[in-house]
């Protein structure tokens, strides 16, 4: 399967592309390779620092940010994409595991985040929700739509 965005600006469709922050997602032991084998293009970044040089430089589609982050907290993070000009409505989601505590979760989507996933969940659950985030950005600003092909090897 692949994820492409189609908009009618373009010529041709194009690839799916999400940053994910931190090491809970990219020492996943599943999905970075689950992402890749749908033909999602992940790109990497440790810290907010090289986050933040990643989201001004490769313009992504969404964001995946760790809800513990070396440097900064996801939610002071994501308070910071929030403000930055062009990035109001990226989609942000942040993801943890089930034993955060529910202040902690509050304040990251007063933040700004989109929403909260648990890393030990459903890795579908994640693809479908960041599609309808992407689906929803692009909507309102070029009416692009998110279309999920089958290419089997």
């Known amino acids: 399967m692949t994820h492409l965005l189609f908009n009618s ?29 749908l033909g999602i293009d992940v790109w990497s970044a440790h810290d907010s620092i090289e986050g933040a040089r990643f989201i001004n430089d490769w313009h992504p ?3 995946l940010c760790d809800a513990e982050l070396s440097d900064l907290s996801a939610a002071s993070f994501c308070k910071i994409v929030r403000e930055t000009t062009g990035n109001e409505s990226l989609p942000f989601i942040v993801l943890g595991s089930d034993d ?4 902690d979760i509050r304040e990251m989507f007063v933040s700004g985040a989109d929403d909260f996933i648990d890393l030990s969940g459903n ?11 992407v689906m929803r950005r692009t909507r309102e600003s070029a009416k692009v739509k998110v279309v999920v092909h089958a290419a089997y090897a």
């Open 9 to 37: 600006s373009f010529s041709s469709p194009r690839t799916l592309k999400v940053l994910v922050i931190g090491d809970g997602f990219i020492d996943h032991p599943t999905l970075p390779g689950y992402f890749r084998s």
């Open 61 to 63: 589609d969404a964001v």
């Open 123 to 133: 890795a579908e659950i994640l693809v479908a929700k960041l599609e309808r985030l």
């Open 100 to 103: 955060m505590y529910a202040d």
